[in-house]
């Protein structure tokens, strides 16, 4: 269907009795071209969402209208109170009363009147305007809109004390009215799955409707399938464009055509923030496990356990202490989605538990356990053979085989990405920036910046996909970088630096990658809070962006 071409018309002489402000200023109907494909006949598709009453739906952004009635006596202004409220609890207003639009309506012909706005999301919401403008004009009260147009507010208030009373009329709505519980819709691998709820109650819904969709300038597409009994319909649309669109329905049935209101959505790729949690082998308080279950709750966050099987030889640990830690991490996998992956320190009782003779350098710090001791100091072999130990335990304590892994101070060289790639683990997330560690100021082997995304390393550089060929394995890096070592506005700065345009759609999917230590929660917990806090402004659940807490292996699938 061709771009529909807007044109005003000239009110006639009668209708100049409106006043020459309401023809300025008014929208109208337009003419459509005449094909969009053989089913449709484009010229019975109402130019505005159909309505069982005679007065023409102002804009189809919008979902909800009710007329006011009042009778001027003295002065020109008109107060109306209403649960706006109400409203905003239902889903049929913005919180901000940014949809709420005063509109008068002569027969084909609609201003927007300018109002007065007073307290907002209240049971008595207050709007002011002047009722004699169009004084042979109906006005109207329209809400429902998520992005609609800049509403004429001249204030917050008005000093009118003569204003006139305005009681509001029973709510219409588009014969077939379409809403969705979210502005912003998230692509997946590239594709939308968008839900619409549907009420129709004086249209059947049958098998001899069809109905078809409009997205942005596109011609109308066949849906191909009814609402279920719910009144909810899934359309699949393949390869969207990103940014802000509209979309509207159109039901035929027995040629009649009936035309929906218009959703406004935003379309993005996913920002993806995942919250890691590296279990250093030692035992952990309740305590401690208790307050990370109540950020994770209080967020609405799973998280990645990469967890540690140094804890089943430490002589410090009683069994049931050991099988304790195990069923806390199991239990936040089977009730909130959590995942499990593994994390190793080598310390000297694991490294001999593995049938490894352990190395006691380089190292990182002067520990006497072998926990600073550099993962990269071991062979192909020796390590291999240490997480082959790892999993084998894990399998003994009923954990699910792992998915993921993450070193020690992050030092991973390329043999040991190269065993975790055979030995099967789907991605390694021990990458990050150029760095030195520890009180010996060791030298790292990563190279990356501070906003790679997930990648297949080269059997030749781990740092790169190129050359090829590539490992299997992915590399997921942890670019949010450490809640313990780094200060709060570094870890919100990686946030930003990765997102890139906060509050706008994302071209292309992201992940964020946070690091934080169960042992050490009195220092990362205060910036976890403030952290996630600022990134929970742009959560895609509370319908404020694109940003969607998850773990690394389901947002990884955004790559496989």
Same mark, same amino acid.
Not at 37 to 65: H, K, M
Not at 113 to 132: H, M, Q
Not at 138 to 162: D, I, M
């Given at each position: 269907?061709?771009?529909?071409?807007?044109?005003?018309?000239?009110?006639?002489?009668? =209708?100049?009795?409106?006043?020459? &402000? =309401?023809?300025?200023?008014?929208?109208?109907?337009?003419?459509?071209?005449?094909?969009?494909?053989?089913?449709? /006949?484009?010229?019975?598709?109402?130019?505005?969402?159909?309505?069982?009453?005679?007065?023409?739906?102002?804009?189809?952004?919008?979902?909800?209208?009710?007329?006011?009635?009042?009778?001027?006596?003295?002065?020109?202004?008109?107060?109306?109170?209403?649960?706006?409220?109400? #409203?905003?609890?239902? +889903?049929? !207003? %913005?919180?901000?009363?940014?949809?709420?639009?005063?509109?008068?309506?002569?027969?084909?012909?609609?201003?927007?009147?300018?109002?007065?706005?007073?307290?907002?999301?209240?049971?008595?919401?207050?709007?002011?305007?002047?009722?004699?403008?169009?004084?042979? &004009?109906?006005?109207?009260?329209?809400?429902?809109?998520?992005?609609?147009? !800049?509403?004429?507010?001249?204030?917050?208030?008005?000093?009118?004390?003569?204003?006139?009373?305005?009681?509001?009329?029973? $709510?219409?709505?588009?014969?077939?009215?379409?809403?969705?519980?979210?502005?912003?819709?998230?692509?997946?691998?590239?594709?939308?799955?968008?839900?619409?709820?549907?009420?129709?109650?004086?249209?059947?819904?049958?098998?001899?409707?069809? =109905?078809?969709?409009?997205? +942005?300038?596109?011609?109308?597409?066949?849906?191909?399938?009814?609402?279920?009994?719910?009144?909810?319909?899934?359309?699949?649309?393949?390869?969207?464009?990103?940014?802000?669109?509209?979309?509207? =329905?159109?039901?035929?049935?027995?040629?009649?055509?009936?035309?929906?209101?218009?959703? %406004?959505?935003?379309?993005?790729?996913?920002?993806?923030?995942?919250?890691?949690?590296?279990?250093?082998?030692?035992?952990?308080? /309740?305590?401690?496990?208790?307050?990370?279950?109540? $950020?994770?709750?209080?967020?609405?966050?799973? #998280?990645?356990?990469?967890?540690?099987?140094?804890?089943?030889?430490?002589?410090?640990?009683?069994?049931?202490?050991?099988?304790?830690?195990?069923?806390?991490?199991?239990?936040?996998?089977?009730?909130?989605?959590?995942?499990? +992956?593994?994390?190793?320190? #080598?310390?000297?009782?694991?490294?001999?538990?593995?049938?490894?003779?352990?190395?006691?350098?380089?190292?990182?710090?002067?520990?006497?356990?072998?926990?600073?001791?550099?993962?990269?100091?071991?062979?192909?072999?020796?390590?291999?053979?240490?997480?082959?130990?790892?999993?084998?335990?894990? &399998?003994?304590?009923?954990?699910?085989?792992? &998915?993921?892994?993450?070193?020690?101070?992050?030092?991973?060289?390329?043999?040991?990405?190269?065993?975790?790639?055979?030995?099967?683990?789907?991605?390694?997330?021990?990458?990050?920036?150029?760095?030195?560690?520890?009180?010996?100021?060791?030298?790292?082997?990563?190279?990356?910046?501070?906003?790679?995304?997930?990648?297949?390393?080269?059997? #030749?550089?781990?740092?790169?996909?190129?050359?090829?060929?590539?490992?299997? $394995?992915?590399?997921?890096?942890?670019?949010?970088?450490?809640?313990?070592?780094?200060?709060?506005?570094?870890?919100?700065?990686?946030?930003?630096?990765?997102?890139?345009?906060?509050?706008?759609?994302?071209?292309?999917?992201?992940?964020?990658?946070?690091?934080?230590?169960?042992?050490?929660?009195?220092? /990362?917990?205060?910036?976890?809070?403030?952290?996630?806090?600022?990134?929970?402004?742009?959560?895609?659940?509370?319908?404020?962006?694109?940003?969607?807490?998850?773990?690394?292996?389901?947002?990884?699938?955004?790559?496989?």
């Amino acid at each position: 269907m061709a771009k529909r071409r807007r044109r005003k018309q000239n009110l006639n002489f009668k =209708l100049l009795l409106v006043t020459a &402000a =309401l023809a300025a200023g008014a929208y109208f109907y337009s003419t459509r071209p005449t094909s969009v494909n053989a089913e449709l /006949d484009s010229a019975l598709i109402p130019e505005r969402a159909s309505v069982a009453d005679s007065n023409v739906w102002w804009q189809e952004g919008f979902g909800y209208r009710q007329e006011l009635s009042f009778s001027l006596t003295t002065g020109n202004f008109v107060e109306l109170r209403f649960d706006h409220a109400a #409203m905003v609890a239902a +889903g049929k !207003s %913005n919180a901000d009363g940014s949809d709420l639009h005063i509109v008068a309506q002569l027969n084909n012909a609609a201003d927007v009147v300018p109002f007065y706005l007073s307290e907002i999301n209240t049971a008595s919401t207050k709007i002011t305007f002047d009722g004699k403008k169009y004084p042979n &004009a109906k006005y109207f009260l329209y809400y429902g809109n998520r992005k609609p147009p !800049s509403a004429r507010v001249l204030g917050s208030s008005t000093a009118e004390s003569q204003a006139t009373p305005a009681q509001l009329g029973n $709510i219409v709505t588009p014969e077939l009215q379409i809403s969705s519980t979210r502005y912003w819709q998230v692509l997946q691998k590239g594709k939308l799955n968008l839900q619409i709820s549907i009420v129709a109650p004086n249209l059947d819904m049958g098998p001899n409707t069809r =109905l078809y969709y409009s997205l +942005g300038e596109a011609e109308p597409k066949l849906v191909g399938k009814a609402p279920n009994s719910d009144g909810l319909l899934d359309i699949q649309l393949p390869s969207p464009q990103k940014g802000d669109q509209t979309i509207y =329905l159109i039901a035929v049935q027995d040629g009649k055509y009936t035309r929906s209101n218009s959703l %406004n959505i935003r379309i993005s790729e996913p920002v993806f923030v995942a919250w890691t949690i590296d279990w250093e082998g030692y035992n952990v308080q /309740d305590a401690v496990l208790q307050r990370i279950d109540s $950020i994770a709750g209080r967020y609405g966050l799973p #998280m990645t356990h990469f967890f540690n099987p140094r804890i089943y030889v430490d002589r410090t640990i009683p069994e049931y202490r050991r099988t304790e830690l195990t069923n806390w991490v199991k239990a936040r996998e089977e009730k909130h989605k959590d995942e499990i +992956g593994m994390h190793m320190h #080598m310390q000297y009782d694991m490294v001999r538990a593995a049938g490894v003779e352990p190395v006691t350098s380089p190292r990182w710090g002067s520990g006497a356990d072998g926990y600073d001791v550099l993962t990269s100091a071991y062979s192909y072999n020796q390590f291999r053979a240490i997480v082959q130990w790892g999993l084998d335990k894990f &399998a003994e304590y009923g954990l699910p085989r792992p &998915a993921g892994y993450r070193a020690g101070g992050w030092f991973a060289s390329l043999d040991t990405i190269k065993a975790l790639n055979d030995l099967g683990f789907i991605y390694d997330s021990s990458g990050r920036e150029t760095y030195k560690f520890g009180s010996q100021n060791r030298q790292g082997l990563w190279s990356l910046d501070s906003k790679t995304q997930p990648y297949r390393p080269s059997s #030749m550089n781990q740092n790169s996909p190129t050359p090829e060929p590539q490992l299997n $394995i992915w590399e997921v890096p942890n670019n949010g970088n450490d809640s313990y070592w780094f200060p709060v506005d570094h870890l919100i700065g990686r946030f930003y630096e990765n997102y890139a345009t906060p509050g706008e759609f994302s071209s292309t999917p992201k992940i964020i990658t946070y690091l934080s230590h169960p042992d050490w929660f009195d220092v /990362d917990q205060p910036k976890l809070e403030a952290l996630f806090t600022e990134i929970s402004k742009y959560s895609l659940t509370a319908d404020k962006g694109p940003v969607v807490f998850t773990t690394i292996s389901s947002a990884l699938q955004e790559w496989q």
